[in-house]
């Protein structure tokens, strides 16, 4: 019974950090200053996604200092962030979401 537990427990443990979504690290740690189609303090997710690569877009969000000067910006004020792979790669699925919108 006790091994059927753990064992439970690991699989929906597996299962909620694979569902984690973007949009909730998007109202987390972005909202502030993007929004999904509007531009706002920064650009919008939508004219990220129309003009960027998934690669480029998740390194600018694990180091936007080191990567701002080869997108063009002339310094940078984005907030460094301590994400975990998986919020960055759902992050950065859902930025890639709203092309187009
Ligand atoms: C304090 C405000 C602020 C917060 C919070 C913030 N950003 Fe930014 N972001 C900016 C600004 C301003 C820029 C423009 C360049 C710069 O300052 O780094 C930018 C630039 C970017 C870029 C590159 C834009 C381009 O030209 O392609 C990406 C990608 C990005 N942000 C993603 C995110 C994501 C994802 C989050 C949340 C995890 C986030 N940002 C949180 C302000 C912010």
Redesign the pocket.
Known sequence: MKIFILFLSIFSYTLSANNLDGKK??ET??W???HQTATS???S?S??AS??TKD??KA??IS?KS??KS???K?????Q?E?TDKEIDS??KY?LLQKGK
């Open positions: 690290v998007f740690y972005c502030g200053c993007h303090f920064g650009i997710f004219e990220i003009k960027r480029e877009i600018y969000i936007p990567m701002y997108f063009g910006y310094r940078t004020v984005m907030t962030f994400l992050i950065v930025i």
